[in-house]
């Protein structure tokens, strides 16, 4: 296998095989380097593309993070169906073999540690979604030849803009709880950037929860269970992932 080596996870040996067609990151198909009792799981990688300098300037470019990303992922997911794997952080690079084994000796402990605590377990990641309040207009404004003061019009407008997303906060804060009493661990993370969910929503919970995988479809039922219950709340559940947000290792 020539050229640098991209590193997409860390796991133990397994017995299954990837599927025969999978292909990662620049084209190249997976391959399990074995440590130890830690396999790595790379694929060769072009130095004019993967070195230093180059990646540097890779990453700045939008289109080209998104298809490496998309490719990263989809080898997490395969190996998700086979293992436990720990995903490393995209674009984790190395120029040979021996500078991954020397990578995993260096962090064994923390990997075994960590490959212990996430055996068998999965995560779900939950987004609260409330309507964005809408713009004044002619249809929310009263009747012609109705007199509003303009403290009143003021005030009323406000209790418009803000009863919305306050509620949605507390039936957010109240389903974290109840999802969190359902799994092992739990992780808020910043709620997303508007330009993503669209101007016409708010993202008011981004939260993820690792689950064993054998309680999964309790955890999926609990979260279907919620949806509908408050008018102008949308509930997202996706998954299951490779646990991302659980594993230390930066996105």
């Not at 500078?99 to 987004?127: H, P, S």
């Amino acid at each position: 296998m020539t050229g640098l080596r991209y590193v997409y996870a860390v796991c133990r040996p397994f017995g299954a095989a990837l599927q025969s067609q999978l292909t990662g990151v620049a084209g190249a198909p997976p391959k399990l380097l074995h440590h130890g009792d830690l396999v790595a799981v790379v694929s060769a990688v072009p130095e004019g593309e993967f070195a230093e300098e180059p990646l540097r300037a890779h990453l700045e470019d939008g289109e080209w993070l998104t298809a490496t990303a998309r490719a990263h992922q989809g080898v997490i997911d395969a190996l998700t169906t086979v293992t436990t794997p720990l995903p490393l952080r995209l674009a984790t690079v190395f120029r040979d073999d021996s500078g991954v084994r020397t990578m995993l000796e260096a962090r064994e402990g923390d990997f075994r540690r960590t490959l212990d605590r996430l055996e068998g377990r999965v995560e779900w990641g939950v987004k609260v979604y409330v309507e964005s309040a809408p713009e004044d207009t002619a249809e929310n404004e009263p009747p012609p030849g109705t007199a509003v003061p303009g403290r009143d019009r003021l005030r009323r407008r406000a209790g418009e803009h803000e009863d919305g997303p306050r509620q949605a906060e507390e039936y957010a804060a109240r389903l974290h709880e109840k999802l969190a009493a359902h799994a092992e661990d739990s992780r808020l993370h910043t709620p997303q950037n508007p330009a993503l969910s669209g101007p016409s929503e708010r993202n008011v919970l981004n939260s993820a929860y690792l689950v064993p995988r054998v309680q999964s479809e309790e955890f999926v039922e609990i979260v279907d269970r919620t949806k509908g219950e408050a008018p102008g709340i949308r509930v997202e559940l996706t998954g299951p992932w490779a646990a991302y947000s659980f594993a230390g290792e930066k996105p």
